[in-house]
């Protein structure tokens, strides 16, 4: 299984989902960390 370690907006694991049935594991984080990784893409 390939891991894609990034910051996806809303619907996107439905999308793709719905496009080929693959399976999307996904969290919500916490509002510090998604702070954090929100600057670190920015960067």
């Known amino acids: 299984?390939?891991?894609y370690?990034?910051?996806v907006r809303d619907k996107i694991?439905?999308?793709i989902a719905g496009d080929?049935?693959?399976t999307?594991?996904?969290r919500i984080m916490?509002?510090?960390e998604y702070l954090e990784?929100?600057?670190t893409k920015m960067q």
């Open 5 to 7: 370690n990034k910051l």
């Open 30 to 32: 916490a509002d510090d």
């Open 24 to 26: 999307c594991i996904t």
């Open 20 to 22: 080929n049935g693959k």
């Open 1 to 3: 299984m390939k891991v």
């Open 13 to 15: 694991p439905e999308i």
């Open 37 to 39: 990784s929100l600057n």
